[in-house]
């Protein structure tokens, strides 16, 4: 079975502008998470979807956004990039949407922010 | 939100058990607890979880305080291939589910 997959693997992009991220589930799972990782503030959360609906969500300005797609794949938008957006950002899928279902995560999406 | 603590950086001997300590003295009776593991590079793969009682799996074993305010990863045999960023997570219900990375702990194998 494919793991999950994240498309770019790396992006330059200057301050200003936007940006969207990919992300496709594991087969048949159908809730996806966000992270942003950086050397500074670690792993935080972004938000996570669960059958297209936002379940919720971390403390990131509005300029965060995301959806998830009928078919689990998901998207996360950065909006006006900022220096400090430069950073890591894992995608992970799990069957279900709950407290004991194990996290798949992808390699992530390297930005790097000029 | 609850938090976790744990010690920024373990070193170990090839073969030998490591524990690796978390401290989360806020967690709310419904929070699990889970362990995650980052490898240089890669991104984060499951290792345990659990509630209040102590966890085995072919991984690794998890020691839960009776009150819950801290726990234990414990690598049995520890080997190269398990230097990482080794991480205690709370998985909170929060209305919708939301997962509480702490810094992390840097383990440290030596052969």
């Known amino acids: 079975k494919a793991g999950v997959t994240q498309t770019p693997r790396y992006l330059i992009k200057t301050r200003g502008q936007q940006v969207t991220l990919s992300c496709s589930p594991i087969s048949g799972h159908r809730s996806v998470s966000w992270y942003q990782q950086t050397p500074g503030q670690g792993l935080q959360f972004l938000f996570e979807y669960f059958s297209e609906t936002q379940r919720n969500k971390g403390n990131f300005p509005g300029r965060f956004s995301g959806r998830q797609f009928s078919n689990s794949r998901s998207e996360m938008n950065v909006s006006t990039l900022e220096l400090g957006d430069s950073a890591l950002y894992l995608c992970?899928?799990?069957?279900?949407?709950?407290?004991?279902?194990?996290?798949?995560f992808g390699p992530g999406t390297r930005l790097t922010v000029l | 939100d609850a938090k976790t603590t744990q010690p920024n950086s373990m070193e170990s001997n090839e073969e030998e058990p490591v524990h690796l300590p978390c401290n989360h003295s806020?967690?709310?009776?419904?929070?699990?607890i889970h362990w995650y593991r980052q490898l240089p590079s890669q991104g984060p793969e499951y290792v345990i979880h659990g509630l209040t009682s102590n966890v085995n799996n072919r991984m690794a074993s998890l020691a839960i305080a009776e009150d819950r305010k801290s726990s234990t990863l414990i690598l049995h045999r520890a080997t190269l291939r398990d230097a990482a960023v080794y991480y205690c997570i709370l998985r909170a219900d929060t209305g919708g589910f939301k997962t509480i990375f702490g810094a992390g702990t840097r383990l440290f194998v030596k052969a």
């Open positions: 806020t967690i709310s009776g419904t929070d699990y």
């Open positions: 992970a899928s799990s069957l279900l949407s709950g407290l004991t279902d194990t996290q798949y």
